[in-house]
């Protein structure tokens, strides 16, 4: 398969709500920036990131695509995995500007899609190309009923709808309010509303200093909180070892980690416990793979960061054996030809062929936004 074209779009996706807001960011839509790669079979293969739907900052990234991967990639062979993720991710000049941020989410986008011709040619969906399925289910969180945006009443609603209707088992709070105790009590409170079979996990998105911390941590220790996502600025390995030896409460994190090299600096500090790899943050699937590995070495669970990026993840999540959780934002699924869905709880295992990463045609021509 010889890539003939690589074409970079920008998507701005409306949310579920009219904004949502976590500790750090509020948004509006969700911005699905990436390349639409086409082979000289007529193949066509789609992979993308994920922003905040800021213009501006996406244009880098599809220049990025156009202007410094496109010329490296046209007469390729698309299905020379290795050696292609290799020539983009250690290309001297582009190396030398940036090893994290613009340049590797736009690998990202330009990973995946070769993955999803890969996957397309073989016929095959993506976690069946890759091996096969270890994980009989993959049980799913929902995080888009914890904004701290959310009032308490519309918190504890939606947290009831999600389990009574819908048959989540696990759910996702955002915290990281000036005053800590603030989240103390809207987590009791829904505590006692869920009662004790619930799991929730909370996630702090990196607001919070280490005294704050152990604070906090210390106040919801009778709460049984599954795991503490990101509760300190996302590159302090110290803080996040020392709060992983003070608490029993587990850290997770990872999701604003770009490399395998940041990923493995957590691991052997033990400052991670729930391993949280997003494809569109590393350098795609093939970098995403490394890391599931190593934590796999480690004996370190992975849970993929989705946010929104599920319809990758759910492959990766079935096939790769550290996983049997992944985050549930439904926020793009309904512009994809396979969206994700969950039943009782469950994701739904994918059976088209390919990484789940086809867009609609009324999607692209309705939510597209000028790339220059």
Known sequence: MKIVAVEPFILHLPLTASSISDS???????GVVGAKITTDTGLEGFGFTGTHAHLPSDRLITACIRDCYAPLLIGEDATENARLWTKLARHPALQWVGRAGITHLALAAIDIALWDLRAKQAQLPLWRYLGGS??????????????????????????????EVDGFRRIKIKVGHDNPMTDIARLTAVRRAVGPEIRIAIDGNGKWDLPTCLRFCHAAKDLDIFWFEEPMWYDDVSSHASLARATNIPVALGEQLYTLDAFRAFIEAGAVHYVQPDVTRLGGITEYIQVADLAHAYRLPIAPHAGDMSQVHVHLSFWHPAASILEYIPWIKDHFAEPIAVKDGFYVRPEHPGAGTTPLAKSLAGFSQPIA
């Open 134 to 163: 270890h994980n009989a289910g993959v049980e799913a969180y929902n995080t888009d009923i914890g904004w701290l945006s959310f009032s308490l009443d519309r918190m504890l609603e939606s947290t009831k709808r999600a389990i």
């Open 24 to 30: 750090t960011h509020n948004i509006t839509h969700w």
